[in-house]
């Protein structure tokens, strides 16, 4: 579960090979937009339910594809260790 969590962490920035991650932006946004369009119609608990629920609803996805980058690149990683002592 540790290793989990630190490879998904890992899959979030930077990954070699790989680059950093291409929904780290887009995820920033869409929660932003879900948080101001409800702060200028309606309540501040309405925006931080809305920014909520886009976290839940575009980040699980976000997560999931950080942990398969993150193990992707360490397979490569390994990978070419294993081609350098052949």
């Known amino acids: ?5 630190k ?3 890992k899959g979030c920035g930077y990954v070699p090979g790989y680059g ?3 929904g780290t932006p887009i995820i920033w946004y869409l929660t932003f937009l879900g948080f101001s369009i409800n ?3 309606g309540t501040l608990m309405m925006a931080i339910v ?3 629920l886009m976290l839940i609803i575009f980040g699980i996805p976000y ?3 950080a942990h398969e980058r993150a193990v ?3 397979k490569d990683f390994i990978r ?3 081609k350098e002592y052949k």
């Open 63 to 65: 997560l999931w594809s």
């Open 72 to 74: 992707d690149g360490e």
């Open 20 to 22: 950093t991650h291409p």
């Open 80 to 82: 070419g260790l294993t």
């Open 7 to 9: 490879r998904t962490i």
């Open 39 to 41: 702060l200028v119609n």
């Open 1 to 5: 579960m540790i290793r989990m969590i």
């Open 50 to 52: 809305s920014a909520s």
